[in-house]
């Protein structure tokens, strides 16, 4: 009897904000193996923020997702059989397998399965502090923000996947650390579990004045270093304390996901401080990979980089949980288990 494998397909594009509509869970058998391919069983898929650009037919830094295809995105699973003789049955593995039960890998291709060790770390964690999340926030942080020792660095979506990871890292170089998070559980958390210095709860601060009075209290010798994952109105107000020969490292809007334009209230700053305002995506860092994995794989193993997780259940929730993602209803990475 042939074995069927669930999946979650793009169907139609948003326009505007992205919907539950946008997406059709089918199923569809799984080939039988040829020689150099493994099948995964998948644990858990990750989502995330950039998936809502490539759902766009626009131009973007990579190609769209094709419509009536499996969604793209990174996973974490166990090998349950091979014809390659580079993995075996039981091998624990990252891949870019998408929203399904299943991925069929031809393993031979370069990147395009890395077995993990799952004794040290748990698996999820290869899709968030140990995986492409922590790897973003490590290469902006060292090689864009290049923080030292006293100075200031802050952070927004600091309880995010990335933010938490930047401001840990910050920290552990010696740096004041400041995120934005949006309400006063996320705040706590960030300031008392991870340790950052100061958490400004941007939905408390509605308007320009008070989010500038407080980041004014909460970085009183300004800031050196930015790594944003928002934009708006929290980097208007960033850059508004930013010292001379600041660094920002432009990994996310989040806030213009949508499509909605995203003005800066103060682009003269960027010449009047003189500040380097880079963006960057995390596959075209290759080289820093090792390092980076080597240095988070440390700290979550002796457990001085924390993280926290939202788990969604079962492939069918992906969809409503990538749509509370784009709303910042999850709280740290956001997961989908099937296992």
């Not at 109105?233 to 020969?245: G, H, K, Y």
Request: net charge neutral.
């Amino acid at each position: 009897m042939t074995r069927m494998n669930r999946q979650i397909h793009l169907v139609s594009r948003p326009d505007g904000e992205a919907r539950a509509d946008n997406f059709r869970l089918v199923e569809a058998p799984l080939p039988e193996l040829a020689d150099g391919q493994v099948r995964v069983r998948h644990h858990y898929l990750s989502l995330d923020p950039y998936m809502r650009g490539r759902m766009d037919a626009g131009r973007s830094y990579a190609q769209p997702q094709p419509l009536d295809a499996v969604m793209i995105g990174g996973t974490v699973g166990v090998v349950e059989d091979s014809r390659h003789p580079g993995f075996a049955a039981g091998d624990a593995v990252v891949g870019i397998g998408g929203w399904q039960e299943f991925a069929t890998v031809d393993a031979a291709q370069p990147g395009a399965l890395r077995k993990v060790d799952a004794s040290r770390i748990p698996l999820s964690a290869y899709l968030g502090a140990v995986g492409m999340p922590g790897v973003t926030a490590w290469v902006g942080l060292t090689r864009i923000c290049q923080p030292k020792e006293g100075e200031t660095v802050a952070v927004s979506a600091a309880s995010g996947a990335v933010g938490s990871a930047v401001g840990q890292l910050a920290k552990a170089r010696g740096c004041r650390v400041v995120g934005f998070a949006g309400g006063a559980d996320k705040c706590a958390y960030v300031r008392e579990e991870l340790g950052f210095d100061a958490c400004l709860d941007y939905k408390a601060l509605p308007d320009a004045k008070a989010l500038g009075a407080a980041l004014a209290e909460a970085a009183p010798k300004g800031i050196d270093g930015y790594f944003e994952n928002v934009g708006g109105r929290i980097l208007d107000a960033v850059m508004l304390r930013m010292n001379d020969f600041g660094r920002i490292a432009m990994c996310g809007m989040i806030a213009g996901y949508d499509g909605e334009p995203i003005p800066m209230a103060y682009p003269a700053l960027i010449l009047r401080s003189r500040l380097t305002v880079r963006g960057f995506i995390v596959s075209e860092h290759l080289a820093d990979w090792p390092a980076a994995l080597a240095e988070l794989g440390q700290r979550v193993a002796d457990g001085s980089l924390r993280y926290r997780e939202t788990v969604a259940e079962g492939l069918e929730q992906a969809p409503e949980a990538f749509l509370g993602l784009l709303k910042g209803r999850n709280f740290g990475k956001q997961l989908v288990k099937l296992v």
